[in-house]
């Protein structure tokens, strides 16, 4: 796509609303989008100026059983928090964190835990403007390793006063076809852990507080291995591959 | 079942849904639901011609609209649009990785005959205003933008439900936004 050309980009736009461009054309669509605050505005007129085509169809009786399948699934996604318009700064501090900590996690954990305070503290400072709400905030850090040889392999942290994220910091877990790693939680004396949904190997998940069944000291996280699709069960099924609890800082 | 014309008028705050959805309030989801479902049904329906299929789709796109919500910014435009548009792609997605070459069976012909015209009394001045600006596109610029919506069709499928090459195809769809974007402005 030729982005300079204002006609080419409100039908690259368009045909992207329309669903004509090929798996790779819709991918660079939206990686080009991410960057581009025109290119998104033109998306979303095109998703309004479309969406009158949907009227020429009748409306069709779902199952009454629908809704119930979607509500049981919804534990298990994680939702993708906005990104804040100072994101600029606030990545570059996590990147910064996740390079030292993938250096640190070979090191005792005891150090690491002295570390991180000073990494949450400094690298992933708050924007300017929201500090004052923070400060009020506790903070937490859980450090997750694994059971069979005690390395560190992800971190969870706090992230501003809304949220926390789950972070790869060391040598993850080889993960089979056919599984999937489930992220999940319990606060200390909770009856059950709760799913935060489904992770794959080096991604960055931020789950909303409002989402925990709490956050407290010794709130235990930890990572299992499941079939594709998460757990058959309202609980982990298979076996533990990182597992640690939350210290307030 | 969702009274048919309720969707028309403007009494569900769409935008306000997807703010709450993305803050993990689950009603909102549910309102969403039982506003758009039927219809949303009726879309995917038309794109993968299975009804249990649809579904499937219709409960995996009511999942990602749960787990993308927070990138919903309504400075940029409807939240129905934006539910539709995920929607839409998650079936296109279906369609395409489970059967690439489209079946235009018996239940196809049955979706075709219920489908009304655009001269309905029924639409809203938006919905009027883009069949009032696609009457006045040529009819194959009309076909592929109307065939791509509706049926979720590729550039080669309309290309060669038409005996046409996909490059006019494609030149047809660009060039047919293009001028029903300057109609709409």
Known sequence: MNTQDPNERTAEAGEYVLG?????????????????????????????????????????????????????????????????????????????????WRWLSGGAVAAAMVMSVLLVRTLVAPPAGVEQAQVEAPR??????????????????????????????????????????????????????????????????????????????????ELTLEPAGGSPYNKPSGPILFVGKAVRL | MTDPSASLAGDFDHEAALEACARGERFALRALYDREAAWLMAVVLRIVRDHELAQDVLQDAFLQIWQKAGTFRRELGSGRGWVYTVVRHRALDEVRRVRPEVNLGD???????????????????????????????????????IDAFVEGHTHEQIASRLSKPVGTVKSWIRRGLIALKECLS
């Not at chain 1, 560190?152 to 972070?167: H, M, N, Q, S």
């Not at chain 2, 639409?123 to 009032?132: G, R, T, V």
């Open chain 2, 107 to 145: 239940n196809y012909q049955a979706l075709a005959e219920a489908l009304p015209t655009p001269e309905r009394e029924d639409l809203s001045h938006d919905e009027a205003a883009l069949a009032h600006c696609l009457s006045l596109l040529d009819d194959p610029k009309r076909q592929c933008v």
């Open chain 1, 20 to 100: 004509t461009l090929n798996a790779a054309e819709r991918q660079a669509f939206e990686a080009a989008m991410a960057r581009d605050e025109g290119l998104r505005r033109e998306a979303y007129a095109w998703q309004d100026r479309l969406l009158g085509l949907t009227r020429r169809l009748q409306p069709v009786a779902v199952s009454p059983e629908l809704w119930a399948r979607i509500a049981a699934r919804l534990s298990g996604v994680s939702q993708v928090v906005a990104t804040p318009a100072r994101s600029g700064a606030a990545n570059d501090a996590l990147w910064s964190s996740v390079q030292f």
């Open chain 1, 140 to 221: 937490y850090l859980a450090v997750l390793q694994s059971p069979d040889n005690a390395a560190t392999g992800w971190i969870v942290e706090t992230v501003g006063t809304d949220a926390i994220r789950l972070v790869q910091v060391g040598e993850g877990a080889t993960i089979p076809q056919g599984k999937t790693m489930q992220f999940w939680t319990k606060p200390e004396g909770a009856a059950g852990p709760t799913s935060l949904g489904l992770v794959k190997p080096g991604q960055v998940v931020v789950v909303p507080k409002g989402q925990l069944p709490g956050l407290a000291e010794r709130t235990l996280f």
